[in-house]
């Protein structure tokens, strides 16, 4: 059979978003489903290195008999998209979605031109899904399957729940890679380039009231052994690699061992990741020797300058751990990327004390989002009552898409001033001091510095200027001045 799995573009060019100049990763959920069915012709699409123009050619000129794409919230329509003009053009094919947005909000894709949602973790259902299709082209075949949402021939619904999470996941084929090798020299972090992408875990085990990861993954986390890590480490091409897990940093046996791993096999590679901050804190014996194998970044969510804000989103950390974590991967030279988080009831004050304290926490590139009730969050069972729009283009942490205290001029006016925090943040930490530390990454990415530096000023044109964010939700955002509740009441950190 042939497979087409298509990676959608974001819905416009040189939007306000983390792939325009931040990080672009290949499409790890594609190639880890397509590694289950090595027996049938496997193609994949990534549409954010394509010319638009490539998908319908493709559809028209292979005729798939499978069309699949992948989507989280802020890609919902581009995915609905995809299938559309799937439909059109190869109308024979089935057509699938899965991911972490249809997981949590499936009635996204209740529609005519979806004949499937995948929910949950997706390499065993997929597998079976090809299996059934290939014996009966009816979406019938697919009824009563655990781990997906079908609509069936007469356009009911057979809905089975969340798929089972594989029970071990060293036993699941490593992702075909080579499905995407026209496309490594687009993938980036930074100056990081080009940079390949694997898991050494999933899910978290904490509950953060913002984050749905844990809901995805109910709440539990499984490993990839030590070995079969250093072996994907070492099958990589690139010379930097993303460790995409949400939280890498757990488990301090594990990751030890990797590090043991690392140095037996000689295996030299610039690794970034994401990780919080009480680990980095309670570890630093460790982080050094992660960092002597190859860390050389981390992003951590510190969110916060406010205790009590910390514990309203269920952090479970304290604003001391962020402290010493920042240091702890200064003194390393590794450089640390601090997520912090701008809530709807900012008010000048609010804005200038978040931006103080970045500055004294000493990371090294701060990114500032806007706190935003995801689908799929407790926040969002909480908070959906209160939304200015459900219009997910707008759910890239990068709008508010709640009621602001302040009018919503003024408030993307005091947000962008972070542009101000991100300069002082990394002029102090990209000194000779540091970067002598890790001269070797430093040596081995500078021919990227130039294309870097010019992506960035050109993207700055857009990302620090309030109009940009204004024009985004023109026609799409509720009247601020007539919340459900007043926009005290609606305070997303605090309840
Ligand atoms: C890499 C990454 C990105 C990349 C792009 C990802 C890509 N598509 O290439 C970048 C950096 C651009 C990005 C951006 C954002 N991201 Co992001 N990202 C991730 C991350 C860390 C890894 C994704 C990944 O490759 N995972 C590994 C694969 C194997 O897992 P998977 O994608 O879930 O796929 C499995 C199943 O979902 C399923 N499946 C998925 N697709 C399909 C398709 C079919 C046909 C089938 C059958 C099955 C299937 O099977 C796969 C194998 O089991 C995830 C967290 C995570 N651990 O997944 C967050 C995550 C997806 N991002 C998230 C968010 C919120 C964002 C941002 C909005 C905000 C931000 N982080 O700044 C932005 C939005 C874009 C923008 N405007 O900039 C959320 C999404 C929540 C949601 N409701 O959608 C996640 C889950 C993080 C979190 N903690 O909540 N992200
Ligand atoms: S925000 Fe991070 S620590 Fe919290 S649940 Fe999500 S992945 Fe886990």
């Known amino acids: 059979m042939r497979i087409l799995l298509v990676q959608p573009a974001p819905f416009e060019e040189r939007r306000l978003g983390l792939e325009n100049t ?8 594609l190639t880890s489903i397509a590694a289950m069915v090595p027996e ?35 890609d919902a329509y581009q995915a609905q998209a995809v299938l559309r003009l799937a439909k059109q053009i190869v109308p024979g094919a089935l057509t699938l979605i899965g991911g972490h947005h249809c997981t949590l909000n499936t009635a996204s894709y209740y529609v005519d031109w979806v004949d499937a949602a995948v929910l949950g973790e ?8 090809v299996e059934r299709w290939g014996r009966e082209r009816s979406t019938r075949a697919l009824e009563g399957l655990q781990g997906t949402d079908v609509r069936l021939p007469d356009g009911t619904r057979s ?17 075909a890679r080579h499905l995407v090798d026209r496309y490594r020299s687009q993938y980036f972090f930074l100056a990081a380039k080009p940079m390949a992408s694997i898991f050494t875990s999933r899910g978290c085990s904490f509950d953060c009231n913002f984050c749905a990861i844990w809901e995805f993954y109910d709440r539990r986390t499984r490993f990839l052994s030590a070995e079969v890590i250093a072996d994907r480490m070492a099958a990589c091409e690139e010379p930097f690699i993303f460790l995409l897990d949400d939280n890498f940093m757990t488990r301090a046996d594990r990751l030890e061992k990797l590090a043991s791993e690392l140095e037996r096999r ?13 680990f980095i804190a309670e570890h630093p014996e460790l982080i050094a020797r992660l960092a002597k194998v190859g860390l050389m970044g981390v992003l951590s969510g510190y969110e916060t300058n406010d205790e009590k804000a910390l ?19 200064k003194d390393n030279g590794v450089i640390s990327t601090g997520i912090f988080m701008v809530r709807p009831e900012f008010d000048r004050e609010d804005f200038a004390g978040l931006f103080e304290y970045i500055e004294s926490l000493g990371v090294a590139i701060p990114l500032v989002t806007i706190l935003t009730p995801l689908p799929g969050t407790e926040m969002w069972k909480k908070y959906r009552e209160d939304l200015l729009t459900e219009d997910f283009r707008l759910f890239d942490l990068l709008h508010a898409v709640t009621p602001t205290k302040l009018p919503r001029e003024e408030f993307y006016k005091e947000y962008v001033a972070w542009k101000r925090v991100g300069r002082t943040s990394m002029k102090a930490w990209f000194n000779r ?10 040596l081995r990415a ?7 530096i010019w992506k960035r000023v050109r993207y700055q044109r857009i990302q620090f200027v309030p109009q940009s964010y204004l024009r985004d939700e023109a026609g799409i955002i509720r009247s601020n001045h007539s919340p459900r509740r007043p926009v005290d009441e609606v305070s997303l950190a605090s309840k």
Request: one cysteine or more; a positive charge; aromatic letters at 8%.
């Open 122 to 129: 997706g390499e065993l259902v997929f597998k079976e899904i």
């Open 446 to 452: 500078a021919p990227n510095f130039p294309e870097m």
């Open 159 to 175: 809905k089975n729940g969340k798929a089972k999470n594989a029970p071990n996941l060293d036993h699941l084929p490593a992702p």
């Open 40 to 74: 049938h012709e496997v193609r994949i699409l990534d549409m954010r290195c394509e010319k638009p123009s490539v998908l319908p050619e493709v559809l028209s000129g292979w005729q798939p008999d499978i069309v699949g794409t992948t989507a989280m919230t802020t």
């Open 433 to 442: 001091k540091t970067m002598l530390k890790r001269w070797d990454f430093y």
């Open 311 to 329: 514990e309203g989103l269920r952090k479970r950390n304290t604003l001391d751990n962020n402290i010493k974590a920042a240091k702890i991967l």
């Open 266 to 278: 000689n295996i030299k590679k610039f690794f970034m990741t994401q990780g919080r901050s009480d």
């Open 22 to 29: 931040v990080w672009r990763s290949e499409p790890v959920s």
